[in-house]
């Protein structure tokens, strides 16, 4: 079900190629990336230096995640999948001058859905205790800020690679936590011609 949805969200967003028009600037992007989460990304520039970014992404291709941990006086936590989605906006500029090369600041919030999400008992029990576990499973939402650093190569007029990192700071949990985020990918920019 997750690689179908994903596979049909890049579908929808490289269909927005139909916008493309003759302009002198790239303001729409679309991009699909890698790392702590894998996912896609469409962004707008709203002028040269600051742009507003949505992805959507989901955890534990490739990062080795441990929600699990986050609670170590639980001796039972469990999930099935971690989905995200994000508002983000990202600054950014020429590095040292050189024009294809730009360093990248961003940060917005991030919602993070956490299915079949169950718990156990706590470790501090009486010993010779008998418990028998019966977890309920929910899904859990969790909301953060994201902060993230980097850089993005534009390979050309078309086409740009980036690298951030950064991390997943959790705002509205009883227990606070963070983790660290990083990801690298792809852009293709499209001329979009505005109506004014």
């Not at 291709?61 to 990202?90: A, E, G, H, Q, V």
């Not at 919602?111 to 010779?128: A, H, K, Q, Y």
């Not at 859990?140 to 190569?153: A, C, M, N, R, T």
Request: proline share 3%; with cysteine.
């Amino acid at each position: 079900m997750k690689k179908f949805t994903l596979l049909y969200l890049l579908l929808l967003l490289i269909s927005y190629n139909t916008l493309a028009q003759k302009e002198n600037k790239n303001n729409f992007g679309l991009g699909v990336f890698v790392g702590e989460g894998t996912g896609i990304l469409a962004n707008y520039s709203l002028n040269d230096k600051f742009k507003i970014e949505w992805n959507i992404a989901y955890h534990e291709i490739f990062y080795n995640y441990l929600y699990i941990k986050k609670y170590p006086d639980f001796r039972y936590r469990n999930y099935t999948d971690i989905y995200s989605s994000s508002i983000l906006l990202s600054y950014r500029n020429n590095f040292f001058g050189i024009n294809k090369l730009n360093y990248r600041f961003t940060i917005g919030g991030q919602i993070r859905l956490i299915t079949d999400f169950s718990e156990g008992i706590p470790v501090s029990m009486p010993p010779n205790t008998i418990i028998i576990i019966e977890p309920t499973l929910k899904n859990k939402i969790d909301f953060g800020i994201s902060p993230l650093i980097g850089v993005e190569y534009e390979i050309n007029k078309k086409f740009s690679t980036f690298l951030d990192f950064g991390a997943y700071i959790e705002i509205i949990d009883t227990f606070l936590w963070t983790n660290f985020q990083f990801r690298t990918g792809l852009m293709y920019h499209i001329n979009c011609k505005i109506n004014k």
